[in-house]
């Protein structure tokens, strides 16, 4: 389901881009940015919706449905994980491995309870 959801997202997206692409804006004339009137103006009663503002409108509901699922469903994936089993091997108790071929681990080191003796001072030459 995800992929597909992904695939139409993608395909949502490309569509999108072109069909914005290939609109014209409402300044496209030149005479309007010097304040002639045309047939759209820039801030004025604006016409009847086109076939391609239409198709602009469908692709970016699209487009946010999609993005909302996504967005939904990988917050909430399934109840299996990898880490699941993870929390059975924390509760059991660890065992210590039997030690390789007869060799024993070697205790904890002891703490020293006298400091080391200092070297001796070096004899006056005669």
């Excluded at 699922?69 to 299996?80: D, N, P, Q, V, W």
């Excluded at 929390?87 to 080391?116: R, Y």
Aim: one cysteine or more.
């Amino acid at each position: 389901m995800t992929y597909v959801l992904v695939f139409l997202h993608v395909l949502v997206c490309i569509a999108l881009i072109a069909i914005v692409l290939l609109q014209s804006g409402k300044g496209a004339e030149m005479g309007a940015s010097f304040g002639a009137s045309g047939s759209q103006s820039v801030f004025g009663a604006g016409g009847g919706n086109t076939f391609m503002s239409k198709l602009t409108t469908g692709a970016a509901i699209i487009f946010m449905l999609t993005s909302l699922t996504l967005a939904y469903r990988s917050g909430h994936t399934g109840s299996s994980s990898v880490m699941s089993g993870k929390a059975a091997q924390k509760a059991a108790p660890a065992q210590k491995p039997a030690p390789m071929g007869g060799m024993q681990s070697p205790a904890a080191p002891q703490p020293q309870t006298a400091p080391p003796a200092m070297p001796a001072a070096p004899a006056p030459n005669k």
